[in-house]
T-cell receptor, first 115, second 111 residues
């Protein structure tokens, strides 16, 4: 256990559905991240939050909407997704100070299938 | 692209042998990290090496960093079947928080 939990672990949704992914970290970290991992592609950073403020949006389509109500919780709201959005979505957290690049702790991921 | 490149993409060895994976990058970095991922799971941090360090050890892991060649290697000694996983390098190249991951090496250790 890394101290980062994600729910649900598996999700199948139609293109017209709305669903949310949840991430929670119990490590007292101030930064949280969403990544997308598709088959045979490198890990893609989607969003970064630090102390609840979004500090990075890596040109992610608006059908993905993040929410960070506090430093321990991170959500990814999904709507009108496309089949190519099927992937493993990973949440991570880290203790961050400017310019330091500390190690990240990952959750187990949510395997998303869009039909 | 600032993405890290790893080679080989896949590596298959016998249990007890050593495994070496390499990572190259294009920018100057503050640190370089190695992660491990079992199939379909989250990544687990293995080791971090700072730009002013040349070598670091952790158990059966040995990481080297050559900033002049912009490359790093991860050596796993006396491999075990349980080491079967994908291994990723990731580097921090300044700015706030953003760490860029490499393409990964898939290691299979045959019992």
């Amino acid at each position: 256990e890394t101290g980062v939990t994600q729910t649900p672990r598996h999700l199948v949704m139609g293109m017209t559905n709305k669903k949310s992914l949840k991430c929670e970290q119990h490590l007292g970290h101030n930064a949280m991240y969403w990544y997308k991992q598709s088959a045979k592609k490198p890990l893609e950073l989607m969003f970064v939050y630090n102390f609840k403020e979004q500090t990075e949006n890596n040109s992610v389509p608006s059908r993905f909407s993040p929410e960070c109500p506090n430093s321990s919780h991170l959500f990814l709201h999904l709507h009108t997704l496309q089949p190519e959005d099927s992937a493993l979505y990973l949440c991570a957290s880290s203790r961050e100070t400017p310019g330091q690049g500390h190690e990240q702790y990952f959750g187990p991921g949510t395997r998303l299938t869009v039909t | 692209s600032q993405q890290g490149e790893e080679d080989p993409q896949a590596l298959s060895i016998q249990e007890g042998e050593n495994a070496t994976m390499n990572c190259s990058y294009k920018t100057s970095i503050n640190n370089l990290q190695w992660y491990r991922q079992n199939s379909g799971r989250g990544l687990v941090h293995l080791i971090l090496i700072r730009s002013n360090e040349r070598e670091k050890h952790s158990g059966r892991l040995r990481v080297t960093l050559d900033t002049s060649k912009k490359s790093s290697s991860l050596l796993i000694t006396a491999s075990r079947a349980a080491d079967t996983a994908s291994y990723f390098c990731a580097f921090h190249s300044g700015g706030y928080q953003k760490v860029t991951f490499g393409t990964g090496t898939k290691l299979q250790v045959i019992p």
